[in-house]
């Protein structure tokens, strides 16, 4: 079966410190991986998908950047964090027309 | 494009009461439609989805949800309440060609005992 990790869980950051979230997946190969991030009390925001190494569509201009090294891992990176960024970050995997999977996110506090 | 709309931000049911949470999509091709659950500080989990098979769909934990094309409605429904069915939920659209899932802004339920 597949599964989907997140790390960290939880961080605490202040502004202008860099960021970087992992997620990986087994189980499965050349999925599409997508990052959301998800603000109090409102919906999923679709930041970044990937539907191959390397290949990476920004849907939101950002100071934030994803890269995708292998086949199974997804990396969410930031070089100077802003007190907006803070939030609710969740990975997930899925095929065309299929279903997606979510990680359990990590809680992003920057203060 | 492809959108999904969730009427009411907010609904309170009492336990053991029908749950019925509206989902509407826009859609310029046939639709593949979802429904996910999210407990607090958790990933989304996948409830049900439509794949344009049978229009009623049932899922995990006691809920169903109908395609109506006619309306372009996905609406999900569970004929009586848990107090574990408290959560967030997400009503998603996606294509059958298509990458991207569209997620609504969420209907939180909270079950009055």
């Known amino acids: 079966s597949q599964t989907i990790h997140q790390w960290p869980a939880t961080l605490v950051q202040p502004v202008g410190s860099p960021l970087s979230l992992e997620c990986t997946v087994e189980g499965t190969s050349n999925p599409n991986l997508y990052w959301y991030r998800q603000a109090a009390g409102r919906g999923l925001q679709l930041l970044f998908y990937?539907?191959?190494?390397?290949?990476i569509s920004s849907e939101v201009p950002q100071n934030l950047s994803a890269s995708r090294p292998q086949d199974r891992q997804f990396i969410l990176s930031s070089k100077k964090l802003l007190l907006s960024d803070s939030g609710f970050y969740l990975c997930?995997?899925?095929?065309?027309?299929?279903?997606?999977?979510f990680g359990p996110g990590t809680r992003l506090t920057v203060t | 494009a492809q959108s999904v709309t969730q009427l009411g931000s907010h609904v309170s049911v009492s336990e053991g009461a029908l749950v019925l949470l509206r989902c509407n999509y826009s859609s310029s091709v046939p639709p593949y439609l979802f429904w996910y659950v999210q407990y607090p500080n958790q990933g989304l989990q996948l409830l049900l989805k439509?794949?344009?098979?049978?229009?009623l769909v049932k899922g995990i934990n006691g809920f169903e949800a109908e395609f109506k094309k006619s309306e372009t409605s996905f609406h999900l429904t569970k004929p009586s309440a848990h107090m574990s069915d408290a959560a967030e939920y997400f009503c998603?659209?996606?294509?059958?060609?298509?990458?991207?899932?569209?997620f609504g802004t969420g209907t939180s339920l909270t079950v009055i005992p």
């Open positions: 998603a659209v996606t294509a059958n060609t298509g990458n991207q899932f569209y």
């Open positions: 439509y794949t344009s098979a049978a229009t």
């Open positions: 997930a995997w899925g095929r065309v027309s299929y279903e997606q999977y």
């Open positions: 990937s539907v191959g190494i390397g290949q």
